[in-house]
């Protein structure tokens, strides 16, 4: 039985062995006309990767300069049509504190002192000579990766630069593109929370087409011991940046990176672009600008170009070049569209436009009518009974100055940080009678919510405000701040007040 | 003769500068290093560490007696332009400043002044040996508050202004190891196996992206990822703001000389 069960399976065996003969042969056949069509294969490798080292590294250099760096969300001038040329730039490390967020500060790390870094613009074919500078006050030592840089870890590992030391290297640029860089130092996490990246474009021949208005535009998230808001110097959170739990994400380094006296300002027509790239270290950015569309994305920051994008994907460590023509006059609000890290962590900025409306292309409201669903339309989550207060006393400048704070995180969006509101869609808080009339009617718009017509300083507003789950001391210095601002009429909003009006 | 001049040359140093810097025995051990040579276990012996780590004063009693040590005097292959940066004369510094740690010394001035007094630099090993102790425990680098005040630390400006003797000590009675200047080891090239800081290879590149996988105890590399980042990014003639010293000595040779001294 044994020996007659084994017959079998050898013969199985040598049938296999056969067959993989035939394969042997086929693919002896096959390598043959392969190496026979060699040179045609070659010259097709060549077209394929034509825009790469082979064409680029070998354009002639012409003179040299002085590279100029720009902080953002300025950029340099652009390269026009000069040829390659070697250039020199220098870039300072700096660690220092700054402003997070209203009260909030942060130890930054800083290429140039800002985040994000200093924007560095070359043309394909430029030789670059990089001096990185680590100022003497700083802990620790760093270096930097560029990603527009073929060689070893993007220069990393010729820039590790000690603190009070300068290195220089050299690279030459071969891709065109739009690229980040970033602190490579161990922990590269930490370095890069802490704000070390920017962005370094790369013409091509050339250059990109002339458009009026250019702004640089970096998105990243922070990790904080304090929760969002919480004032005072806040330490990183290391445990946070691993668990990717960030409680700030941020253009231009801070919540107020884009806004207020640092928003972008274009005119109604101009053609505009937008460096724009994403630090991370951790989240992928759904960038997307509330009330425009981009004409033209350059994908990921490489020569692919894609038409009427509303919302594009830019990965952390990558960036995307954006184009549009700003043609109504309007606040365009640049967001991350995942939307929660807009509206609670601080992704959002504003770029102004000024100018002639333009009817043809936004009328605004041409109808108004009533719609009445079944059921209340404004609901709120009633505040927990068992919620006690801790009795206050603060001062009238302490109610504003807190108050301010929390304007600029609760209400900002929508009546805009100089409380002149939005036309035809959020009344103005400045100067407004219909506040100014009756301080209950406004305690109970925040604390209930507002919907249906009203008519402040002559003009109809139909809309709904949510109301605001604040407790009693917020509303209170929310309020004493509005009424004390943009020449209203002064107010003191107390807690009691504002507990009287509860129901 | 010669032997009473060889005792006397070992004795002095060590009468004069013992008075201001005391030494704290520490008894060695097996440990793991968070990160460097080898992944293997280290023996560390029985060793002295100074107590705090160089003053100002300290430092200009030993440029006193050691003129290639002064500010103009040194020579520029063993210290670099900012040597004493803080200082303005050979001799002088702003006073608030005596009892700060000094900073701006190059390897080869850290290692002269220990050799001066009969010590030497602590090894790596040694100093992360005795580092990795809090208040209360020997190996504090499983204790997350205690790295976590470590990498807070790091984050924190100009600490190099601190009085030494002002933070509490270490369960060995060391003070100063964390929280205020970076300090210079014996061996501070030793991760990059070639001992060259400009090399390409091996160990270094683990400092840079793509560093090996990180497990359970982040927080507790992360710390030592910066102390070993900042070592390797290290010239021996280096001087820097956030960087000084301290001095060890080896348990055996302080016998040996307890024994000469007899």
């Given amino acids: 039985m044994a020996s007659c069960s084994k017959k079998p399976i050898h013969m199985e065996t040598e049938i296999k062995i056969y067959s993989k003969n035939g394969l042997k042969y086929l693919f002896i056949l096959l390598m043959g006309s392969i190496l026979l069509s060699c040179n045609g294969g070659k010259l097709e490798h060549q077209n394929y990767f034509s825009s790469s080292a082979d064409k680029y590294a070998n354009i002639k250099i012409f003179g040299e300069e002085q590279a100029v760096l720009t902080s953002p969300p300025l950029v340099p001038p652009p390269v026009g049509n000069r040829p390659a040329k070697k250039l020199y730039m220098e870039m300072e490390i700096i660690e220092k504190e700054a402003e997070m967020a209203d009260g909030v500060s942060y130890l930054y790390w800083t290429f140039g002192g800002t985040v994000p870094g200093s924007f560095v613009r070359t043309r394909v074919g430029d030789l670059v000579e990089f001096k990185i500078k680590n100022h003497p006050d700083n802990k620790l030592p760093h270096n930097i990766d560029l990603h527009a840089v073929t060689?070893?870890?993007?220069?990393?590992?010729?820039?590790?630069?000690?603190?009070?030391?300068?290195?220089?290297?050299?690279?030459?640029?071969?891709?065109?593109g739009l690229y980040v860089y970033h602190c490579a130092t161990a922990p590269v996490g930490m370095h890069i929370a802490n704000g070390m990246y920017g962005l370094i474009l790369v013409e091509p021949e050339g250059g990109l087409p002339p458009v009026d208005k250019e702004f640089y535009v970096m998105q990243g998230d922070f990790y904080t011991d304090g929760k969002f808001g919480q004032p005072g110097l806040q330490p990183f959170n290391m445990q946070k940046a691993i668990d990717e739990n960030p409680d700030y994400v941020v253009f231009n380094g801070s919540v107020n990176g884009l806004n207020g006296e640092n928003a972008l300002a274009a005119n109604t027509g101009e053609s505009i672009r937008i460096f724009f790239g994403n630090g991370g270290p951790n989240?992928?950015?759904?960038?997307?600008?509330?009330?425009?569309?981009?004409?033209?994305?350059?994908?990921?920051?490489?020569?692919?170009?894609?038409?009427?994008?509303?919302?594009?994907?830019?990965?952390?460590?990558?960036?995307?070049?954006?184009?549009?023509?700003?043609?109504?006059?309007?606040?365009?609000?640049?967001?991350?569209?995942?939307?929660?890290r807009a509206f609670n962590k601080g992704a959002l900025g504003v770029l102004a436009v000024s100018g002639e409306e333009n009817p043809q292309v936004f009328a605004g409201e041409i109808m108004e009518g009533i719609y009445l669903p079944e059921g209340s339309v404004i609901q709120n989550m009633p505040k927990s009974e068992l919620e006690i207060e801790a009795p206050t006393d603060l001062s009238k400048a302490d109610r504003i100055e807190a108050g301010?704070?929390?304007?600029?995180?609760?209400?900002?969006?929508?009546?805009?940080?100089?409380?002149?509101?939005?036309?035809?869609?959020?009344?103005?808080?400045?100067?407004?009678?219909?506040?100014?009339?009756?301080?209950?009617?406004?305690?109970?718009?925040?604390?209930?919510?507002?919907?249906?017509?009203?008519?402040?300083?002559g003009k109809k507003y139909n809309?709904?405000?949510?109301?605001?789950?604040?407790?009693n001391e917020e509303v209170a210095n929310v309020l004493t701040y509005v009424y004390n601002s943009w020449n209203n009429n002064g107010n003191l909003v107390s807690p009691e007040m504002v507990k009287n009006r509860r129901k | 003769m010669k032997a009473v001049i060889l005792i006397l040359a070992l004795i002095l140093p060590l009468s004069i500068h013992g008075q201001h810097q005391e030494m704290v025995p520490v008894t060695g051990g097996v440990y793991t290093p968070l990160y460097g040579t080898s992944k293997e276990q280290v023996q560390v012996a029985d060793f002295f560490l100074d107590a705090f780590p160089v003053s100002h004063a300290a430092y200009l009693d030993f440029v006193k007696k050691n003129p290639e040590w002064r500010k103009s005097e040194v020579k520029r292959i063993f210290a670099d332009e900012r040597y004493l940066d803080f200082?303005?004369?050979?001799f002088?510094?702003?006073?608030?400043?005596?009892?700060?740690?000094?900073?701006?010394?190059?390897?080869?001035?850290?290692?002269?002044?220990?050799?001066?007094?009969?010590?030497?630099?602590?090894?790596?090993d040694e100093w992360e040996f005795a580092a990795m102790a809090s208040e209360n425990q020997k190996d504090a680098r499983r204790d997350s508050l205690f790295n976590l005040a470590i990498l807070h630390s790091y984050e924190k400006p100009k600490t190099y202004l601190m009085k030494v003797g002002t933070q509490s000590s270490n369960v060995?009675?060391?003070?100063?190891?964390?929280?205020?200047?970076?300090?210079?080891?014996?061996?501070?090239?030793?991760?990059?196996?070639?001992?060259?800081?400009?090399?390409?290879?091996?160990?270094?590149?683990?400092?840079?992206?793509?560093?090996?996988?990180?497990?359970?105890?982040?927080?507790?590399?992360?710390?030592?990822?910066?102390?070993?980042?900042?070592?390797?990014?290290?010239?021996?003639r280096s001087n820097l703001a956030t960087l000084g010293f301290r001095c060890a000595r080896d348990m055996h040779a302080e016998q040996g000389q307890i024994a000469i001294e007899k």
């Fill in chain 2, 87 to 90: 200082w303005d004369a050979d």
């Fill in chain 1, 283 to 340: 989240l992928a950015s759904s960038f997307h600008v509330i009330g425009e569309i981009f004409d033209k994305v350059y994908v990921e920051g490489g020569s692919q170009i894609n038409a009427n994008v509303q919302t594009t994907l830019v990965p952390a460590g990558g960036a995307a070049i954006l184009e549009f023509v700003a043609d109504v006059p309007s606040n365009l609000v640049l967001v991350d569209h995942s939307i929660f």
């Fill in chain 1, 404 to 457: 301010k704070k929390l304007y600029m995180q609760a209400c900002f969006a929508c009546h805009q940080s100089n409380g002149e509101g939005v036309p035809n869609a959020f009344p103005p808080l400045a100067q407004s009678d219909y506040l100014n009339a009756d301080v209950n009617r406004s305690i109970d718009a925040l604390l209930y919510g507002l919907s249906g017509e009203i008519e402040v300083n």
């Fill in chain 2, 92 to 124: 002088s510094f702003p006073e608030s400043l005596a009892q700060s740690p000094v900073n701006h010394v190059s390897w080869f001035a850290a290692q002269a002044y220990c050799e001066c007094q009969g010590k030497r630099l602590p090894t790596v």
């Fill in chain 2, 172 to 236: 060995w009675g060391i003070y100063d190891l964390h929280g205020m200047v970076w300090e210079w080891t014996l061996d501070f090239n030793a991760i990059i196996l070639t001992g060259e800081s400009r090399n390409y290879g091996n160990t270094d590149r683990g400092l840079f992206c793509a560093s090996g996988a990180l497990g359970a105890n982040d927080l507790m590399n992360y710390a030592a990822f910066m102390r070993y980042a900042m070592r390797s990014s290290l010239k021996a």
């Fill in chain 1, 151 to 176: 060689g070893q870890g993007g220069g990393a590992e010729a820039s590790f630069v000690a603190p009070g030391q300068e290195k220089t290297f050299s690279f030459k640029v071969i891709n065109p």
């Fill in chain 1, 463 to 471: 809309s709904i405000m949510p109301a605001q789950q604040l407790s």
